[in-house]
């Protein structure tokens, strides 16, 4: 990135994108920040005390990586500034999981998620509702390095169809 960006990103299905940060900042407008459909790698070459990917809408992610797509986050942070969950039965009208992983995702080098909730989840791996999942697919989530993953209801939810390795990290 060269500027700050406020945009709902998209990458499509068949495509490979890798997005340097560049110790620049991507908010969201309305949908999920990033919406992975094919191959995503985030990372940060600028600047450690930026480089942020931001959600500030209720009931969407900083990412949102889809089933059958393929995301690695080696860098940056992973937030959602505004939001709301005070309490595990109230979102506060702003609440949701910081990533949700429904394909295959590592989280590592120095990528760091949080949320600040205590509704939501910071990082959710699967499915919530078992019936949501019409492929039958599993969504495979690896956290390894020094990747932070901290906050949230729980730090990390591996639901139904979920598959979960932790390797290091915190």
């Not at 997005?19 to 070459?45: P, Q, R, Y």
């Not at 949080?114 to 989840?121: D, K, L, T």
């Not at 919530?128 to 939810?157: Q, R, W």
Request: proline share 1%.
């Amino acid at each position: 990135l060269l500027k700050d960006l406020k945009e709902d990103v998209v990458i499509p299905s068949g495509k490979t994108v890798t997005l340097d940060l560049n110790g620049h900042n991507i908010t969201n407008v309305s949908d999920n920040t990033i919406t992975n459909k094919g191959t995503l790698t985030v990372k940060n070459s600028g600047d450690d005390s930026n480089g942020y990917v931001d959600n500030v809408t209720h009931q969407k992610a900083a990412v949102y990586n889809e089933v059958g797509a393929t995301a690695t986050l080696s860098g940056g942070y992973y937030v959602r500034s505004k939001e709301a969950g005070n309490s595990f039965d109230s979102d506060g009208g702003n609440s949701y999981y910081t990533v949700l992983n429904q394909g295959t995702m590592t989280i590592n080098g120095t990528a760091s998620v949080s949320n600040r909730g205590v509704f939501s989840s910071c990082v959710e791996n699967g499915w919530y509702t078992p019936a949501g999942n019409t492929t039958g697919a599993s969504a495979t989530l690896t956290i390894d390095a020094t990747a932070e993953i901290y906050g949230g209801k729980y730090a990390v939810k591996n639901d139904d169809y979920g598959i979960l390795n932790i390797k290091s990290g915190s």
